[in-house]
């Protein structure tokens, strides 16, 4: 005999999950009240939809089940930084431009280990075509390694291009080491992995799990986008692989984003992420210590004790698995330091509590703060949310920008033509909270004067959004950013 359950058997199991999952929520996640509350509405307004949602997207991490952090490479790399941060503070007091840092220097070194580096060279790509040429140029002159980690790789002509690339050095000898966010890099094909493990390289799926390449998770993506070569050159900003990231897509239209290459010390620090990332794909081999080998990875340890002239860069990474959300910590720190001009660019802007009151206090102190998102949107909530985040921030003086040739998705800040921030971080609480990211902080003014610059050079493509357009905005919109606010924790 079949006991079949009626609509209100079904109702009542859907009402005690979602309790049980409200009472984790509440004592054991440790969510923001934000995001607390907006999972409470989510549960109890839509039942059966808010449990849904909870599956796709809300998943509670810890540091110990994603990181290493223990092994015998990390602890001789921590003992050198360790003592080349320690020179440095000592030196610092003779540099009144770093003096001025020291509090943002020692936060990220505090917080996240990041290590000051100088002796670094930066080039600033803002055009796609311009980007690419560059990576692959360098791919193409690698002799020893090529660390490779991207958020999305798309199976396009652009990614074709890219993997038969990367087959072609594996064959030649080089050491290539591909690893790819699960969700992102579903575009791949099984037998392009394939061609890449016979040809001598290997591949790595970030955080992996058994569904791959179905994965239902949304959150706590690897959306960091790095590139190292031959522990010389490495690159960090905003572009993923793909047509779509040259303007070859018609709906987005051209693409404008900024990514950065680096030669330096600041490289090491891009290669000990990139090591400290692989590990979670399962790949679990340690460095091999030897000399020759730690030589190959990074060609000039130690850091140097003797800091020298070029750009003064610290990178930065964040992620759900971490304690401080290190890098929306440090566009505070930025933000509340600022005494002249802050600018902004970022495609998505939902911010929390925190990061609107540091803006909100800058507008106060009479700074001058310009922000810039696109025109157009790729995720319609957080767009409409965008919206209405920064029409607040219009009423309290700051000077919005709608870019309107394409699509923005640049990610950076530059304050007082001193310090800026360049990498993979949007402006929301995605990013600051639910994916792993990584940024280069750099104090230089001459790269902090260079990313102002573009911006306005940017202006002259954008339209002005200013209060009487923002007051005067039409009812129906006024009810999508309520909506898509409300829910911006869950976004």
Known sequence: MFYFLTPQHIELIILIINFMLSIGIIFLERKSPQSTLAWLLALWVFPLLGFLF????????????????????????????????????????????????????????????????????????????????????????????????????????????????????????????????????RYIPRIRLHQLKKAGGEYGRFFPTKLWPVNIRVNYRDHRKIVVIDGQTA?????????????????????????????????????????????????????????????????SLPPSLTHRAGSGIQIVSSGPDEVFQTIKQGFIRMIVGAKQSISIQSPYFVLDESVMESLKIALKSGVDVRIMIPNKPDHIFVYWATLAYVGELITCGAKVFIYNNGFLHAKTISVDDAICSVGSCNFDVRSFSLNFESNAFIYDPKIATSLRRIFDRDIEKCLYYDQYHYLHRPGLVKIKESISRLVAPLL
């Open 235 to 299: 690159f960090i900003g905003g572009y993923n692989v793909g047509n779509e990231y040259l303007g070859q897509n018609k709906r987005m239209g051209y693409w404008r984003d900024t990514h950065l290459q680096i030669t330096g010390y600041a490289v090491y620090e891009l290669q000990r992420r990139f090591f400290l990332d692989w590990r979670t794909s399962g790949n679990d081999d340690p460095i091999d210590l030897e000399p020759s080998i730690i030589r190959q990875y990074y060609p």
């Open 54 to 185: 909870y599956l796709f997207l809300s998943q509670n991490l810890t540091r110990r089940k994603i990181y290493r952090y223990n092994t015998p490479e990390e602890a001789e790399y921590k003992q050198l930084a360790a003592e080349s941060h320690l020179y440095l503070i000592e030196r610092m007091a003779l540099n009144p431009y770093l003096t001025q840092y020291k509090g943002d220097i020692e936060f990220h070194w505090n917080t996240s280990h990041s290590l000051y580096t100088t002796n670094n060279q930066v080039a600033i790509y803002t055009d796609g075509h311009d980007k690419f040429r560059a990576l692959f140029d360098a791919i193409e002159k690698a002799h020893t390694s090529i660390h490779i980690e991207y958020y999305i790789i798309k199976n396009d002509d652009l990614g074709k291009k890219f993997m038969n690339l990367l087959i072609k050095k594996a064959q030649e000898g080089v050491e290539v080491r591909l690893l790819f966010d699960e969700m992102g890099g």
